[in-house]
């Protein structure tokens, strides 16, 4: 599981090997929280247990190091996705 941030505002920002196969995405962890996004276009894909406020937060968090983690992504697969 490569992590691209282990401590981002307190949130981990990673991907799994196994997420091969579907487009460009991030899973992001924080306590009990878990959401999933979309990065082209960057969406909500589906969360549990974040407040709206915390996901505005995430998203912002995202987008501000969109391509740090666009790099370790394409790295990882060898590819663009």
């Given at each position: 599981?490569?992590?691209?941030f282990?401590?981002?505002r307190?949130?981990?920002?990673?991907f799994f090997s196994?997420?091969?196969?579907?487009?460009?995405h991030?899973?992001?962890?924080?306590?009990?929280?878990?959401?999933?996004?979309?990065?082209?276009?960057?969406?909500?894909?589906?969360?549990?247990n974040?407040?709206?406020?915390?996901?505005?937060?995430?998203?912002?968090?995202?987008?501000?190091?969109r391509?740090?983690?666009?790099r370790?992504?394409?790295?990882?697969?060898?590819r663009e996705?």
């Amino acid at each position: 599981m490569p992590t691209i941030f282990h401590n981002l505002r307190g949130y981990r920002i990673f991907f799994f090997s196994l997420d091969r196969g579907e487009p460009m995405h991030v899973h992001v962890a924080k306590d009990r929280g878990y959401a999933k996004y979309w990065m082209r276009p960057l969406e909500l894909a589906r969360s549990r247990n974040f407040r709206s406020h915390e996901l505005n937060e995430i998203t912002r968090l995202i987008e501000d190091n969109r391509a740090e983690i666009e790099r370790r992504w394409n790295e990882h697969f060898g590819r663009e996705n």
